[in-house]
């Protein structure tokens, strides 16, 4: 049986979050609209953010 790993290691965010920026892309639908207050981005957003304080957050929303 062969165990397929998708996630990694995380050793790229790893070294993001080193170099002080970190990139999230997020695409979907009506979870992700911008429509709501109560979208999943702003919530992903925060918890980063509270995270890592002293890392510059960029988030890239394709919702449709």
Known sequence: MEIINLRGNLERFKHAVASGKIKIGFAGGSITTAQTASNWPAYVRGW????????????VNTAI
């Open 48 to 59: 980063f953010v509270n995270q890592f304080p002293d890392v510059r957050l960029t988030t």
